[in-house]
Protein backbone atom coordinates (compact mmCIF):
# COMPACT_ATOMS: atom_id res chain seq x y z
CA UNK A 1 0.00 0.00 0.00
CA UNK A 2 1.47 3.12 -1.15
CA UNK A 3 1.34 6.24 1.37
CA UNK A 4 -1.81 7.95 -1.14
CA UNK A 5 -3.67 4.46 -0.34
CA UNK A 6 -2.57 4.79 3.92
CA UNK A 7 -4.22 8.44 3.67
CA UNK A 8 -7.10 7.21 2.31
CA UNK A 9 -7.64 4.11 4.43
CA UNK A 10 -8.13 6.42 7.20
CA UNK A 11 -11.66 7.57 6.59
CA UNK A 12 -14.00 4.95 7.04
CA UNK A 13 -17.82 3.90 6.69
CA UNK A 14 -20.02 5.27 8.88
CA UNK A 15 -21.12 1.73 10.40
CA UNK A 16 -16.98 1.71 11.35
CA UNK A 17 -17.36 4.79 13.80
CA UNK A 18 -17.40 3.56 17.63
CA UNK A 19 -20.98 3.99 18.85
CA UNK A 20 -19.83 6.28 21.94
CA UNK A 21 -18.21 8.97 19.23
CA UNK A 22 -21.34 8.92 17.38
CA UNK A 23 -23.89 11.70 17.70
CA UNK A 24 -27.14 10.34 18.38
CA UNK A 25 -29.05 12.60 15.63
CA UNK A 26 -28.51 15.85 13.34
CA UNK A 27 -28.28 18.91 15.06
CA UNK A 28 -30.66 21.20 13.26
CA UNK A 29 -30.62 24.42 15.65
CA UNK A 30 -33.86 26.37 14.12
CA UNK A 31 -33.55 28.44 17.32
CA UNK A 32 -31.89 31.29 18.11
CA UNK A 33 -31.61 33.67 21.78
CA UNK A 34 -32.45 37.25 21.07
CA UNK A 35 -33.72 39.25 24.34
CA UNK A 36 -34.31 36.64 26.22
CA UNK A 37 -36.01 34.10 24.37
CA UNK A 38 -35.46 31.38 22.33
CA UNK A 39 -37.09 32.68 18.74
CA UNK A 40 -37.98 30.23 16.04
CA UNK A 41 -36.05 30.81 12.97
CA UNK A 42 -38.18 29.63 9.72
CA UNK A 43 -35.72 30.85 7.22
CA UNK A 44 -32.41 29.70 5.57
CA UNK A 45 -29.95 27.16 7.12
CA UNK A 46 -26.47 26.73 6.57
CA UNK A 47 -25.47 22.97 6.34
CA UNK A 48 -22.83 22.03 9.43
CA UNK A 49 -20.17 19.18 7.29
CA UNK A 50 -17.38 17.86 9.27
CA UNK A 51 -14.00 17.60 8.25
CA UNK A 52 -14.36 13.82 8.79
CA UNK A 53 -15.11 12.34 5.68
CA UNK A 54 -17.25 9.00 5.04
CA UNK A 55 -16.35 6.25 3.08
CA UNK A 56 -19.37 5.81 0.84
CA UNK A 57 -20.02 3.91 -2.80
CA UNK A 58 -19.81 7.85 -4.66
CA UNK A 59 -16.43 7.82 -2.85
CA UNK A 60 -15.48 9.84 0.27
CA UNK A 61 -18.20 12.90 1.72
CA UNK A 62 -17.64 15.25 4.34
CA UNK A 63 -20.48 14.18 7.26
CA UNK A 64 -23.28 16.40 7.80
CA UNK A 65 -23.99 16.54 11.50
CA UNK A 66 -26.55 19.76 11.66
CA UNK A 67 -27.33 22.91 10.43
CA UNK A 68 -27.95 26.09 12.00
CA UNK A 69 -29.56 29.54 11.19
CA UNK A 70 -28.69 32.32 8.39
CA UNK A 71 -30.31 35.16 10.05
CA UNK A 72 -29.70 38.52 8.46
CA UNK A 73 -29.69 42.56 9.35
CA UNK A 74 -33.12 42.88 10.81
CA UNK A 75 -32.83 39.58 13.56
CA UNK A 76 -29.08 41.28 14.41
CA UNK A 77 -30.19 44.71 15.01
CA UNK A 78 -33.11 43.21 16.72
CA UNK A 79 -30.36 41.11 19.03
CA UNK A 80 -28.69 44.83 19.55
CA UNK A 81 -31.73 46.45 20.45
CA UNK A 82 -31.98 44.36 22.98
CA UNK A 83 -28.70 44.78 24.22
CA UNK A 84 -28.52 48.47 24.40
CA UNK A 85 -32.29 48.17 26.62
CA UNK A 86 -30.49 45.47 28.81
CA UNK A 87 -27.66 47.62 29.51
CA UNK A 88 -30.05 50.89 29.44
CA UNK A 89 -27.50 53.37 29.70
CA UNK A 90 -25.88 51.76 32.57
CA UNK A 91 -29.09 51.59 34.42
CA UNK A 92 -30.02 47.94 33.51
CA UNK A 93 -30.69 44.96 36.30
CA UNK A 94 -27.46 43.50 34.84
CA UNK A 95 -24.56 46.46 34.93
CA UNK A 96 -26.46 47.73 38.14
CA UNK A 97 -26.16 44.34 39.89
CA UNK A 98 -23.96 43.84 42.95
CA UNK A 99 -20.59 42.01 41.95
CA UNK A 100 -21.35 39.13 43.86
CA UNK A 101 -24.44 38.31 42.27
CA UNK A 102 -23.35 38.63 39.16
CA UNK A 103 -20.53 35.81 39.96
CA UNK A 104 -23.67 33.77 41.49
CA UNK A 105 -25.21 33.64 38.21
CA UNK A 106 -22.14 33.06 36.32
CA UNK A 107 -21.57 30.07 38.82
CA UNK A 108 -25.11 29.07 37.88
CA UNK A 109 -24.71 29.21 34.35
CA UNK A 110 -21.29 26.84 34.72
CA UNK A 111 -23.10 24.04 36.67
CA UNK A 112 -25.85 24.23 33.73
CA UNK A 113 -22.55 24.05 31.03
CA UNK A 114 -21.11 21.27 32.80
CA UNK A 115 -24.45 19.06 32.36
CA UNK A 116 -24.05 19.57 28.71
CA UNK A 117 -20.43 18.56 28.45
CA UNK A 118 -20.78 15.44 26.47
CA UNK A 119 -22.78 16.90 23.71
CA UNK A 120 -20.86 20.27 23.42
CA UNK A 121 -16.93 17.59 23.30
CA UNK A 122 -18.35 15.53 20.56
CA UNK A 123 -19.61 18.43 18.49
CA UNK A 124 -16.40 20.04 19.00
CA UNK A 125 -14.52 16.99 17.73
CA UNK A 126 -17.25 16.62 14.93
CA UNK A 127 -16.93 20.34 13.99
CA UNK A 128 -12.99 21.02 13.53
CA UNK A 129 -12.05 17.46 13.48
CA UNK A 130 -10.29 18.13 17.36
CA UNK A 131 -9.30 15.12 18.86
CA UNK A 132 -11.48 13.76 20.96
CA UNK A 133 -8.61 13.66 23.49
CA UNK A 134 -7.93 17.28 22.44
CA UNK A 135 -11.79 18.07 22.76
CA UNK A 136 -12.73 17.41 26.55
CA UNK A 137 -9.30 19.31 27.47
CA UNK A 138 -10.55 22.56 25.80
CA UNK A 139 -14.17 22.32 27.77
CA UNK A 140 -12.34 21.30 30.71
CA UNK A 141 -9.80 24.18 30.29
CA UNK A 142 -12.74 26.31 29.55
CA UNK A 143 -14.20 26.03 32.94
CA UNK A 144 -11.09 26.08 34.75
CA UNK A 145 -10.45 29.66 33.47
CA UNK A 146 -14.17 30.71 34.08
CA UNK A 147 -13.70 29.43 37.65
CA UNK A 148 -10.51 31.51 37.73
CA UNK A 149 -12.35 34.74 36.10
CA UNK A 150 -14.70 34.60 39.33
CA UNK A 151 -11.64 33.73 42.05
CA UNK A 152 -9.71 36.85 40.65
CA UNK A 153 -13.37 38.87 40.30
CA UNK A 154 -13.72 38.09 44.04
CA UNK A 155 -9.95 39.47 44.75
CA UNK A 156 -10.26 42.71 42.66
CA UNK A 157 -13.56 43.39 44.26
CA UNK A 158 -12.40 42.54 48.19
CA UNK A 159 -9.39 45.15 47.54
CA UNK A 160 -12.01 47.83 46.33
CA UNK A 161 -14.12 47.52 48.66
CA UNK A 162 -12.26 50.13 51.09
CA UNK A 163 -12.15 53.71 50.94
CA UNK A 164 -9.22 55.94 50.35
CA UNK A 165 -8.26 59.13 51.68
CA UNK A 166 -5.90 61.81 50.07
CA UNK A 167 -5.89 65.72 50.60
CA UNK A 168 -8.69 65.78 52.30
CA UNK A 169 -10.73 63.56 49.56
CA UNK A 170 -12.73 60.60 50.65
CA UNK A 171 -13.32 57.98 47.45
CA UNK A 172 -14.27 54.73 46.72
CA UNK A 173 -12.19 53.59 43.59
CA UNK A 174 -14.06 50.03 41.73
CA UNK A 175 -14.53 49.01 37.74
CA UNK A 176 -17.95 49.14 36.17
CA UNK A 177 -19.24 48.19 32.65
CA UNK A 178 -18.46 49.63 29.33
CA UNK A 179 -22.15 48.59 27.52
CA UNK A 180 -22.62 46.80 24.57
CA UNK A 181 -19.78 44.19 23.78
CA UNK A 182 -19.81 42.65 20.17
CA UNK A 183 -17.72 39.17 20.45
CA UNK A 184 -16.52 37.11 17.42
CA UNK A 185 -14.51 33.93 18.34
CA UNK A 186 -12.23 31.99 16.23
CA UNK A 187 -13.16 28.10 15.01
CA UNK A 188 -9.61 26.85 16.00
CA UNK A 189 -10.51 27.02 19.92
CA UNK A 190 -13.85 27.68 19.59
CA UNK A 191 -15.50 27.31 22.74
CA UNK A 192 -12.32 27.94 25.33
CA UNK A 193 -11.17 31.16 23.10
CA UNK A 194 -14.37 32.04 22.78
CA UNK A 195 -15.45 32.25 26.37
CA UNK A 196 -11.86 33.57 27.82
CA UNK A 197 -14.06 36.84 26.12
CA UNK A 198 -17.76 36.37 26.63
CA UNK A 199 -17.18 35.62 30.40
CA UNK A 200 -15.01 38.61 31.57
CA UNK A 201 -16.85 40.48 29.48
CA UNK A 202 -20.57 39.47 31.27
CA UNK A 203 -18.89 39.02 34.83
CA UNK A 204 -18.06 42.45 34.88
CA UNK A 205 -22.09 43.88 33.98
CA UNK A 206 -22.00 44.28 30.11
CA UNK A 207 -24.32 43.18 27.77
CA UNK A 208 -23.30 40.71 24.92
CA UNK A 209 -24.03 39.96 21.17
CA UNK A 210 -22.34 36.76 20.42
CA UNK A 211 -21.38 35.62 17.27
CA UNK A 212 -20.34 31.49 16.92
CA UNK A 213 -17.53 30.77 14.35
CA UNK A 214 -18.15 29.57 11.12
CA UNK A 215 -16.54 26.55 11.78
CA UNK A 216 -17.98 26.04 15.39
CA UNK A 217 -21.01 27.20 15.56
CA UNK A 218 -23.21 24.51 16.51
CA UNK A 219 -21.16 23.14 19.50
CA UNK A 220 -22.66 26.48 21.36
CA UNK A 221 -26.48 25.36 20.60
CA UNK A 222 -26.78 23.20 23.36
CA UNK A 223 -25.44 26.32 26.16
CA UNK A 224 -28.39 28.75 24.70
CA UNK A 225 -30.83 27.37 27.12
CA UNK A 226 -28.23 27.73 30.31
CA UNK A 227 -27.75 31.61 29.08
CA UNK A 228 -31.10 32.15 28.62
CA UNK A 229 -32.07 31.08 32.52
CA UNK A 230 -29.34 32.28 34.44
CA UNK A 231 -28.94 36.04 32.90
CA UNK A 232 -31.52 38.98 32.76
CA UNK A 233 -33.34 38.90 29.21
CA UNK A 234 -31.13 40.61 26.87
CA UNK A 235 -28.32 40.24 28.77
CA UNK A 236 -26.83 37.80 25.91
CA UNK A 237 -27.84 37.48 22.33
CA UNK A 238 -27.09 35.08 19.86
CA UNK A 239 -26.11 36.43 16.39
CA UNK A 240 -26.10 34.10 13.20
CA UNK A 241 -25.85 34.59 9.62
CA UNK A 242 -22.86 35.72 7.46
CA UNK A 243 -20.54 37.96 8.85
CA UNK A 244 -20.31 40.62 5.72
CA UNK A 245 -23.65 41.02 5.74
CA UNK A 246 -24.71 41.42 9.56
CA UNK A 247 -21.54 42.91 11.46
CA UNK A 248 -21.36 46.12 9.37
CA UNK A 249 -24.52 47.45 10.05
CA UNK A 250 -23.61 46.62 13.93
CA UNK A 251 -20.65 48.45 14.01
CA UNK A 252 -22.30 51.33 11.59
CA UNK A 253 -24.93 51.99 14.41
CA UNK A 254 -22.11 53.73 16.86
CA UNK A 255 -23.65 51.24 19.42
CA UNK A 256 -21.17 48.73 20.56
CA UNK A 257 -19.15 50.19 22.89
CA UNK A 258 -16.43 47.08 22.37
CA UNK A 259 -15.34 45.07 20.03
CA UNK A 260 -13.39 41.35 20.33
CA UNK A 261 -12.70 39.58 17.70
CA UNK A 262 -10.27 36.45 17.40
CA UNK A 263 -9.67 37.09 13.96
CA UNK A 264 -7.76 38.69 11.43
CA UNK A 265 -5.94 42.38 11.36
CA UNK A 266 -7.65 43.05 8.51
CA UNK A 267 -11.07 42.14 8.98
CA UNK A 268 -10.38 43.79 12.58
CA UNK A 269 -9.32 46.93 11.08
CA UNK A 270 -12.34 47.25 8.37
CA UNK A 271 -14.63 46.41 10.90
CA UNK A 272 -13.03 49.32 13.45
CA UNK A 273 -13.38 51.61 10.53
CA UNK A 274 -17.28 51.54 10.04
CA UNK A 275 -17.78 52.40 13.54
CA UNK A 276 -18.93 56.56 13.34
CA UNK A 277 -16.93 57.28 16.85
CA UNK A 278 -13.57 55.02 17.00
CA UNK A 279 -12.62 56.60 20.19
CA UNK A 280 -15.64 55.67 21.73
CA UNK A 281 -14.92 51.71 20.78
CA UNK A 282 -12.72 49.23 22.82
CA UNK A 283 -10.97 46.83 21.18
CA UNK A 284 -10.10 43.70 22.41
CA UNK A 285 -8.50 41.88 19.73
CA UNK A 286 -6.40 38.63 19.43
CA UNK A 287 -5.15 38.72 15.66
CA UNK A 288 -2.45 37.46 13.10
CA UNK A 289 0.69 35.94 14.43
CA UNK A 290 3.78 33.47 12.93
CA UNK A 291 5.51 32.94 15.65
CA UNK A 292 9.54 31.94 15.16
CA UNK A 293 11.60 29.10 16.52
CA UNK A 294 14.89 30.43 16.39
CA UNK A 295 17.22 27.17 17.28
CA UNK A 296 20.75 28.29 17.45
CA UNK A 297 24.64 26.41 16.91
CA UNK A 298 24.26 25.65 20.60
CA UNK A 299 20.74 24.21 20.98
CA UNK A 300 19.83 20.73 22.35
CA UNK A 301 18.74 19.32 18.97
CA UNK A 302 16.49 16.91 20.38
CA UNK A 303 14.63 19.09 22.85
CA UNK A 304 14.42 21.78 20.34
CA UNK A 305 12.90 19.00 17.42
CA UNK A 306 10.30 17.50 20.37
CA UNK A 307 9.09 21.24 20.84
CA UNK A 308 9.15 22.28 17.62
CA UNK A 309 6.91 19.41 16.80
CA UNK A 310 4.65 20.13 19.44
CA UNK A 311 4.12 24.28 18.88
CA UNK A 312 4.05 23.57 15.18
CA UNK A 313 1.49 20.24 14.70
CA UNK A 314 -0.48 20.42 17.49
CA UNK A 315 -3.89 20.66 16.20
CA UNK A 316 -2.37 20.32 12.84
CA UNK A 317 -0.78 24.03 13.19
CA UNK A 318 -4.30 25.86 13.96
CA UNK A 319 -3.12 27.74 16.85
CA UNK A 320 -2.51 31.28 16.76
CA UNK A 321 0.26 30.43 19.44
CA UNK A 322 2.09 27.88 17.03
CA UNK A 323 5.30 27.95 15.77
CA UNK A 324 4.78 28.72 12.20
CA UNK A 325 8.41 29.44 10.92
CA UNK A 326 11.97 27.89 12.44
CA UNK A 327 15.06 29.52 11.99
CA UNK A 328 17.87 27.05 12.19
CA UNK A 329 21.92 27.98 12.22
CA UNK A 330 23.39 26.26 9.18
CA UNK A 331 26.02 24.66 11.45
CA UNK A 332 22.95 22.12 12.78
CA UNK A 333 20.25 22.66 10.44
CA UNK A 334 21.33 18.99 8.45
CA UNK A 335 20.96 17.27 11.78
CA UNK A 336 18.08 19.21 12.80
CA UNK A 337 16.08 18.69 9.84
CA UNK A 338 16.72 15.06 10.06
CA UNK A 339 15.53 14.51 13.93
CA UNK A 340 12.37 16.86 12.71
CA UNK A 341 11.43 14.65 9.88
CA UNK A 342 12.26 11.60 11.92
CA UNK A 343 9.89 13.23 14.45
CA UNK A 344 7.41 14.45 12.17
CA UNK A 345 7.12 10.30 10.70
CA UNK A 346 6.53 9.48 14.37
CA UNK A 347 2.98 11.20 14.53
CA UNK A 348 0.13 9.50 14.48
CA UNK A 349 -1.90 10.55 11.63
CA UNK A 350 -5.86 9.59 11.67
CA UNK A 351 -9.55 9.95 12.97
CA UNK A 352 -10.31 12.40 15.92
CA UNK A 353 -11.66 9.48 17.93
CA UNK A 354 -8.57 7.51 17.60
CA UNK A 355 -6.51 7.22 20.63
CA UNK A 356 -3.48 9.30 20.72
CA UNK A 357 -4.07 10.64 17.49
CA UNK A 358 -1.91 13.24 16.91
CA UNK A 359 -2.43 14.59 12.96
CA UNK A 360 -6.64 14.91 11.66
CA UNK A 361 -8.75 16.27 8.82
CA UNK A 362 -8.86 19.96 8.67
CA UNK A 363 -12.22 21.71 8.46
CA UNK A 364 -11.83 24.63 6.10
CA UNK A 365 -12.64 23.26 2.88
CA UNK A 366 -10.27 25.47 0.76
CA UNK A 367 -7.27 25.01 3.67
CA UNK A 368 -5.73 22.02 1.33
CA UNK A 369 -5.65 23.97 -2.13
CA UNK A 370 -4.11 26.81 -0.33
CA UNK A 371 -1.07 24.72 1.50
CA UNK A 372 -0.68 22.90 -1.74
CA UNK A 373 -0.38 26.68 -3.47
CA UNK A 374 2.15 27.65 -0.61
CA UNK A 375 4.42 24.53 -0.83
CA UNK A 376 4.37 24.56 -4.86
CA UNK A 377 5.48 28.59 -4.82
CA UNK A 378 8.22 27.53 -2.17
CA UNK A 379 9.51 24.88 -4.54
CA UNK A 380 9.38 27.27 -7.71
CA UNK A 381 11.45 29.67 -5.55
CA UNK A 382 14.06 27.05 -4.56
CA UNK A 383 12.75 24.93 -1.64
CA UNK A 384 12.19 21.33 -1.17
CA UNK A 385 10.00 19.20 1.11
CA UNK A 386 12.73 17.75 3.23
CA UNK A 387 10.53 15.08 4.91
CA UNK A 388 8.72 12.09 3.37
CA UNK A 389 5.33 12.19 1.95
CA UNK A 390 5.20 16.21 3.09
CA UNK A 391 2.33 17.72 1.55
CA UNK A 392 0.53 14.83 0.28
CA UNK A 393 -3.25 14.84 0.31
CA UNK A 394 -6.44 13.49 0.59
CA UNK A 395 -9.40 15.12 0.59
CA UNK A 396 -9.51 16.94 3.96
CA UNK A 397 -6.27 15.41 5.29
CA UNK A 398 -2.78 17.05 4.74
CA UNK A 399 0.04 15.23 5.36
CA UNK A 400 2.80 17.65 7.47
CA UNK A 401 5.58 19.25 5.02
CA UNK A 402 8.62 20.56 6.32
CA UNK A 403 9.96 23.07 3.52
CA UNK A 404 13.85 24.16 3.09
CA UNK A 405 15.48 26.71 2.73
CA UNK A 406 12.87 28.99 2.71
CA UNK A 407 13.52 32.91 1.73
CA UNK A 408 12.03 35.80 1.44
CA UNK A 409 10.58 35.44 -1.68
CA UNK A 410 8.18 32.77 -0.48
CA UNK A 411 4.65 33.00 0.95
CA UNK A 412 5.53 31.14 3.80
CA UNK A 413 8.36 33.27 4.92
CA UNK A 414 5.72 35.84 5.24
CA UNK A 415 1.88 34.25 5.15
CA UNK A 416 0.53 32.84 8.55
CA UNK A 417 0.32 29.51 6.76
CA UNK A 418 -2.44 28.43 9.69
CA UNK A 419 -1.92 24.14 9.00
CA UNK A 420 0.62 21.27 9.11
CA UNK A 421 3.41 23.07 7.15
CA UNK A 422 6.81 23.76 8.77
CA UNK A 423 8.73 26.58 6.80
CA UNK A 424 12.85 26.61 8.14
CA UNK A 425 15.31 29.40 7.18
CA UNK A 426 19.04 28.63 7.73
CA UNK A 427 20.60 31.30 9.12
CA UNK A 428 24.58 32.44 9.63
CA UNK A 429 24.24 35.71 12.51
CA UNK A 430 22.37 35.72 15.39
CA UNK A 431 21.16 38.83 13.78
CA UNK A 432 19.10 37.86 10.96
CA UNK A 433 16.69 36.99 13.22
CA UNK A 434 16.24 39.48 14.97
CA UNK A 435 15.99 41.23 11.71
CA UNK A 436 13.43 38.88 10.18
CA UNK A 437 11.24 39.72 13.59
CA UNK A 438 11.76 43.70 12.86
CA UNK A 439 10.54 43.43 9.57
CA UNK A 440 7.44 41.03 10.40
CA UNK A 441 4.58 42.28 10.58
CA UNK A 442 3.48 40.18 13.36
CA UNK A 443 4.55 40.13 17.14
CA UNK A 444 3.01 37.53 19.57
CA UNK A 445 5.46 35.52 20.73
CA UNK A 446 8.62 33.91 20.20
CA UNK A 447 11.15 30.49 20.79
CA UNK A 448 14.53 30.70 21.50
CA UNK A 449 16.21 27.53 21.96
CA UNK A 450 20.00 27.11 23.63
CA UNK A 451 21.93 25.95 26.32
CA UNK A 452 24.48 29.60 26.05
CA UNK A 453 23.24 31.71 28.69
CA UNK A 454 25.52 34.67 27.08
CA UNK A 455 23.76 33.95 23.73
CA UNK A 456 19.99 33.64 25.12
CA UNK A 457 20.74 37.10 26.86
CA UNK A 458 21.60 38.59 23.97
CA UNK A 459 18.46 37.64 22.09
CA UNK A 460 16.05 38.52 24.82
CA UNK A 461 16.63 41.87 25.10
CA UNK A 462 15.89 42.94 21.68
CA UNK A 463 12.94 40.45 21.06
CA UNK A 464 10.99 41.62 24.47
CA UNK A 465 10.60 44.96 22.44
CA UNK A 466 9.59 42.84 19.82
CA UNK A 467 7.19 40.36 20.33
CA UNK A 468 5.22 40.03 23.94
CA UNK A 469 6.35 36.76 25.01
CA UNK A 470 10.06 35.15 24.80
CA UNK A 471 9.95 31.26 25.19
CA UNK A 472 13.58 29.72 26.12
CA UNK A 473 13.77 26.28 25.02
CA UNK A 474 9.91 25.54 24.96
CA UNK A 475 6.75 25.97 22.64
CA UNK A 476 5.07 29.39 22.13
CA UNK A 477 1.81 28.93 23.81
CA UNK A 478 -0.79 31.12 25.59
CA UNK A 479 -1.18 29.59 29.02
CA UNK A 480 -1.34 29.49 32.33
CA UNK A 481 -3.92 31.71 31.87
CA UNK A 482 -3.11 34.00 34.63
CA UNK A 483 -0.18 34.97 32.78
CA UNK A 484 -1.18 38.48 30.32
CA UNK A 485 -1.78 37.20 26.68
CA UNK A 486 -1.29 39.85 24.14
CA UNK A 487 1.14 40.70 21.30
CA UNK A 488 2.56 43.87 19.46
CA UNK A 489 1.97 45.35 15.79
CA UNK A 490 -0.90 43.13 13.60
CA UNK A 491 -0.92 40.28 16.14
CA UNK A 492 -3.30 42.21 18.97
CA UNK A 493 -4.97 44.68 20.48
CA UNK A 494 -5.55 44.59 24.71
CA UNK A 495 -4.22 41.98 26.66
CA UNK A 496 -6.15 38.97 27.96
CA UNK A 497 -5.30 36.85 30.70
CA UNK A 498 -7.77 35.89 33.69
CA UNK A 499 -7.26 39.37 35.43
CA UNK A 500 -6.16 41.49 32.61
CA UNK A 501 -9.58 40.62 30.73
CA UNK A 502 -11.62 41.90 33.96
CA UNK A 503 -9.73 44.88 32.83
CA UNK A 504 -9.91 45.36 29.28
CA UNK A 505 -13.69 44.70 29.62
CA UNK A 506 -14.33 47.66 32.35
CA UNK A 507 -13.13 51.11 33.64
CA UNK A 508 -12.14 52.33 37.18
CA UNK A 509 -14.88 54.86 37.84
CA UNK A 510 -14.68 56.11 41.77
CA UNK A 511 -16.87 58.12 44.13
CA UNK A 512 -15.32 60.96 45.93
CA UNK A 513 -16.49 63.55 48.32
CA UNK A 514 -14.59 66.14 50.72
CA UNK A 515 -13.72 64.47 53.59
CA UNK A 516 -16.04 66.20 56.31
CA UNK A 517 -18.52 65.26 58.72
CA UNK A 518 -21.76 65.84 56.86
CA UNK A 519 -20.26 64.15 54.10
CA UNK A 520 -19.46 60.89 56.47
CA UNK A 521 -22.63 60.79 57.97
CA UNK A 522 -24.52 60.26 54.23
CA UNK A 523 -21.61 58.24 53.23
CA UNK A 524 -22.03 55.87 56.14
CA UNK A 525 -25.75 55.94 55.73
CA UNK A 526 -25.59 54.50 52.22
CA UNK A 527 -23.34 51.51 52.96
CA UNK A 528 -24.67 50.74 56.30
CA UNK A 529 -27.88 50.87 54.38
CA UNK A 530 -27.17 48.64 51.61
CA UNK A 531 -28.68 51.58 49.19
CA UNK A 532 -26.01 50.91 46.39
CA UNK A 533 -24.38 48.20 44.77
CA UNK A 534 -21.24 49.99 43.76
CA UNK A 535 -20.40 52.23 47.24
CA UNK A 536 -20.14 49.29 48.99
CA UNK A 537 -18.21 47.64 51.84
CA UNK A 538 -19.63 44.41 51.20
CA UNK A 539 -16.63 41.26 51.72
CA UNK A 540 -16.80 38.41 49.07
CA UNK A 541 -15.77 35.85 50.75
Not at 57 to 70: H, M, N, Q, S, Y
Amino acid sequence: MDFKDQLDAIFVEESQIPEEFMLKEQIIQREYLSNGEMKQWEGELSEVSSPVCIRTTEGLKRKVIGAFPVCGTKEAMEALDAAMAAYDSGRGEWPTMSVANRIQRVEQFTFKMVAQKDLVVKLIMWEIGKPYAESVKEFDRTVEYINATIDALKDMDRQSSRFEIEQGIVAQVRRSSLGVVLCMGPFNYPLNETFTTLIPALIMGNTLLFKPPKHGTLLHYPLLKAFQECFPKGVVNTIYGRGADIVPPLMQSGKINVLTLIGSSKVANELKKQHPKVNRLRAILGLDAKNAAIVTKNADIKLAVSETVLGALSFNGQRCTALKIVLVHEDIADDFLKELSVAVSNLKFGMPWEKGVNLTPLPEPGKPAYLKACIDDAIANGAKVINENGGENVASFVYPAIVFPVNEKMKLYREEQFGPVIPVIPFKDLDETIEYQIESPHGQQVSIFSNNAEEIASLIDPFVNEVSRVNINCQCQRGPDIFPFTGRKDSAEGTLSVVDALRAFSIRSLVATKLNDSNKKLINEIVNNNESNFLSTKFIF
